[in-house]
């Protein structure tokens, strides 16, 4: 195996030795098969059709051989699936067949299910969203089947969570640190499992305000992935200092052609953006000298989308004081995110949230 190679794991890797607090055998890990695969009835509908395919992109970055197992009646999503599939950066192998094909001697050590039925099977996780909503479960049971919201944030949520309870068996996460999920609903809309709710219908077409996103790695990629499906219309302008490196492809979700290592994040997800209804900018410079330059200077900025890991940027942002500032940030093992809105002078700002370090 290469350097680069190790560089492109060592992400999930470390989070799982962070996790285990002892040493994992990265050649086992890597030789463990993980299949997934869906139900027609969810899969036929737009949110089926997300959860299986943001669970692609998440999966081939942490598991080595990724067997995909396809249904009769899927109509188009067999295409969508086996296109994706001939582009995808893996850790190792992407296979692609029907059921009637899938009659390896290799079993799988993890099963991400796409639709309702939860089976007595250890190895199993099934996931699926409602609008708002994301399901999931790896203990014996049914999903809601309800999927008729369309709703690719949903759509994602369910795939992330799904893809983690893999990452547990797959890693072998000790369950009291991280116990699987039993039969649980969670709401982007409302931020409850208690009280779980779809939320609004999305509008057919959505417009975007003038937006900023501020960093172009992992959580970058996921809101350009996001403004894609959303098929959204409008101005963004992307900021990001850094160019993609090799440790980029275990954590990027876009970064499928190894000719992006060493160029521009933000120039590469600009590209990827563009074409469509979005106008796409990009900059390579730290914020601080990109909100001293003509673009920023002259781009009444309403919507700043934060995706940093740098306490000083997330600072030097908050000068531009759009109308909406969403700040989200990841470690090895959480997440959170921070709004500061101009009509909400009470909430915090990132000046007042994100201390300056000591001298």
């Known amino acids: 195996m290469s350097a680069d190679f190790h560089l492109a794991v060592s992400r999930p890797m470390g989070v799982a030795r962070e996790l285990q607090n002892e040493p994992i055998d990265e050649s086992e890990v890597l030789s463990r098969v993980v299949v997934l695969t869906g139900e027609p009835e969810t899969l036929t509908t737009r949110n089926g059709a997300w959860c299986l395919l943001n669970a692609m992109r998440l999966l081939s970055r942490i598991v080595g ?49 796409v639709g309702t039925v939860v089976p007595g099977d250890s190895r199993w996780t099934t996931i699926n969203s409602n609008g708002w909503l994301a399901r999931v479960s790896s203990t014996p049971g049914r999903l809601d089947g309800n999927t008729a919201l369309s709703n690719p944030l949903g759509a994602m949520a369910a795939a992330t969570l799904g893809v983690a309870e893999v990452f547990k068996r797959v890693y072998g996460i000790d369950a009291e640190q991280a116990p699987l999920f039993e ?40 809101i350009a992935l996001l403004m894609q499906q959303l098929q959204l219309q409008g101005r963004v302008h992307i900021v990001d200092k850094q160019e993609f490196a090799a440790e980029n492809l275990g954590t990027c979700v876009l970064l499928d052609d190894v000719a992006w290592i060493g160029t521009s994040k933000a120039q590469r997800l600009a590209q990827v953006l563009s074409g469509g209804s979005l106008k796409c900018t990009y900059e390579q410079s730290p914020i601080a000298g990109a909100a001293r330059g003509p673009v920023l200077r002259s781009m009444v900025t309403e919507l700043v989308l934060n995706a940093l890991d740098d306490v000083e940027a997330r600072r030097d942002t908050q000068l531009l004081w759009p109308s909406v500032l969403v700040d989200g940030g990841i470690n090895a093992v959480g997440a959170a995110v921070r709004v500061h809105r101009l009509d909400r002078p009470r909430w915090a700002c990132m000046r007042c949230g994100f201390k300056q370090a000591a001298a």
């Open 65 to 113: 051989r990724l067997r995909i197992v396809l249904p009769e009646g899927i109509g188009s999503l067999q295409n969508d699936v086996r296109e994706l599939a001939s582009t995808l950066w893996s850790v190792d192998s992407v296979e692609v067949l029907m059921e009637r094909e899938s009659n390896s001697e290799t079993p799988a050590h993890a099963v991400l299910n």
């Open 183 to 222: 039969l649980t609903e969670f709401s982007l809309y409302n931020l409850s499992t208690d009280k779980p709710n779809p939320g609004p219908e999305l509008p057919a077409a959505m417009h975007l305000p003038n937006t900023l996103v501020v960093g172009a790695g992992a959580i970058g990629n996921a």
